[in-house]
Each structure stands twice: as structure tokens, then as C-alpha cells.
């Protein structure tokens, strides 16, 4: 998957169940058995955000990250997607 943009509208993966922990959270794909963690409290706000109906600048600017940081949360979020946590809206295929 090529990186993603603040353009793209990406939700979490119908499979993949968050659980919150006090370091962030766990993010769990019962398709593929990959587990995440997600040690940042922003990135776990920004990928609460992720409903597939708004951009990724959108669910970033909710969860107040700084224009300066944005890019290092788009690689995380890439990242996520890769690993088929995250995918594009109403895609649900999972990466064999």
C-alpha cells in the first residue's frame, strides 16, 4: 500500500477489536491473528476518529494533533493500514 494522505478516508478493519490500556491500546485483526500496539494516547484518539466517512486530516485535526506532527502520525497510520488494521472505506479484504 502506498502512504497514506490526509486525503484518504480509511476506517478500522470490520475484524479488528481496540482495546484500551493505560499505555494506549491493543488492536487486535481476528482475521489475520496480528496483534498492535498502539503506545500513544493521539494515535489511539486519531484511529477512534476512523469512521470512513472523513479524511485522515479531519480525524487528525479532532484529535488535535499539530500540523507539525502530522506526518509522523501518517506513517503510524500507514503502518496500521499495511498491516490491514485500518483500510480504505468499505474495503474489508484482508492481506494474505
Not at 502506498?2 to 482475521?31: K, N
Not at 472523513?54 to 499539530?66: N, S, T
Not at 500540523?67 to 494474505?96: F, H, K
Amino acid at each position: 500500500m502506498t502512504p497514506l494522505t490526509i486525503d484518504h478516508v480509511v476506517q478500522l478493519h470490520p475484524r479488528v477489536s481496540v482495546r484500551p490500556e493505560p499505555f494506549g491500546a491493543l488492536l487486535y485483526h481476528f482475521g489475520t491473528r496480528r496483534l498492535s500496539f498502539l503506545k500513544d494516547l493521539t494515535l489511539l484518539a486519531v484511529v477512534s476518529q476512523l469512521d470512513g466517512t472523513r479524511p485522515l486530516g479531519d480525524a487528525l485535526d479532532a484529535a488535535r494533533v499539530p500540523r507539525e506532527d502530522q506526518a509522523r502520525y501518517l506513517r503510524a497510520l500507514s503502518a496500521l493500514a499495511a498491516s490491514s488494521m485500518i483500510v480504505a472505506s468499505g474495503a474489508t479484504e484482508v492481506a494474505a
